[in-house]
């Protein structure tokens, strides 16, 4: 889905709505705006997001970017 170029880099970087439409094709809905990352996302590999759900409740979501 994403242009790769050949140092495990991806072109551009992935954003709290691709992850949040990923989770959703899962039958995981979360808003897009509650989801942060530490750092921009712009290589493959497994990293980590935080996702508020609740005022109360912070989750934090390992995921992998795969080359497709």
């Known amino acids: ?7 495990r880099k991806i072109f551009g970087s992935i954003t709290a709505t691709q992850l949040a439409d990923a989770l959703k094709e899962q039958q995981i809905v979360v808003d897009r705006k509650s989801i942060t990352f530490g750092r921009p996302i712009k290589e493959l590999g497994t990293h980590a997001a935080t ?3 609740h005022k109360e ?4 979501l390992a995921f992998s970017v795969t080359a497709a």
Do not use: D
């Not at 889905?1 to 140092?7: A, G, Q, S």
């Open 57 to 60: 409740v912070v989750h934090t």
């Open 51 to 53: 996702i508020v759900l």
């Open 1 to 7: 889905k994403y242009t790769l170029y050949v140092f």
